[in-house]
């Protein structure tokens, strides 16, 4: 089965400045890559996905890069503001295998912390 | 348009006790997964089922634990005999065929 690494685990951060958090996995099968946002105590909610026909996707401060040849994938958050501080936590799964459903397995998530 | 909900948000069980946690998807999906999260842990997949089905259970320990999504009313997953390493946070989530899936707010078991 599928098999997803993330790094950092914590990330502490000066407003305003990026954080990079990194994710790799192992099913070659996989071609959909979310992001989820975690705040203390709620339930995980996307922030954003690509696929993998794609390279790069952007939403104003958020942007998701992926390489499939070394199947790894990046989430990139720039000008940091506190409300961004919340544990982050990558995907991945074959989506369109009917067997498969959209099951995700998840990275271990990166703490992200900004300092005001 | 509601939502994924769960209920109970807060369990409080003795140990050899049964826990079950509901879970109603989205509406127009049809895709029920769970998944547990320990404190200061990630989102462990459980099981994956559709309406009376159970898709892929890989995740689900062998004993004590059963899940079900019945034709009519919610999913359910079900915990016998709960013990104190069971206690953790219940995610429930729900998509259509290969989209988006949505989280539930989870259910938190505790175990004295």
């Known amino acids: 089965g599928e098999n997803v690494e993330q790094h950092p685990s914590t990330l502490s951060v000066q407003e305003g400045d990026s954080a990079v958090i990194k994710c790799t996995y192992s099913?070659?099968?996989?071609?959909?890559f979310p992001w989820y946002k975690q705040e203390l105590g709620k339930r995980p909610q996307l922030i954003i996905d690509?696929?993998?026909?794609?390279g790069e996707k952007k939403d104003q401060r958020i942007a998701v890069t992926l390489n499939k040849t070394a199947k790894h994938f990046s989430l990139h958050i720039t000008e940091t503001q506190p409300e961004d501080s919340a544990v982050y936590f990558c995907?991945?799964?074959?989506?369109?295998?009917?067997?498969?459903?959209?099951?995700?397995?998840f990275g271990g998530g990166t703490r992200v912390l900004v300092k005001p | 348009n509601a939502g994924v909900m769960q209920n109970p948000r807060h369990l409080v069980r003795r140990r050899g006790q049964e826990a079950r946690l509901r879970c109603s998807p989205m509406?127009?999906?049809?895709?029920v997964y769970w998944y547990r999260q320990l404190p200061e842990e990630g989102l462990k997949f459980m099981v994956y089922?559709?309406?009376?089905?159970?898709?892929?259970e890989s995740g689900m320990p062998k004993e004590r634990f059963s899940a079900e999504f019945p034709k009519e009313g919610p999913s359910i997953l079900r915990i016998q005999q709960v013990v104190r390493g069971d206690s953790a946070a219940y995610f429930c989530?729900?998509?259509?065929?290969?989209?988006?899936?949505?989280f539930g707010e989870g259910s938190r078991l505790t175990v004295l």
């Open positions: 989530a729900s998509s259509r065929d290969t989209g988006e899936l949505f």
């Open positions: 099913d070659s099968a996989s071609n959909y």
């Open positions: 690509i696929r993998s026909n794609v």
């Open positions: 995907a991945a799964t074959p989506s369109g295998i009917k067997a498969a459903g959209n099951k995700l397995t």
């Open positions: 509406k127009g999906h049809s895709h």
């Open positions: 089922l559709q309406k009376e089905n159970i898709i892929d």
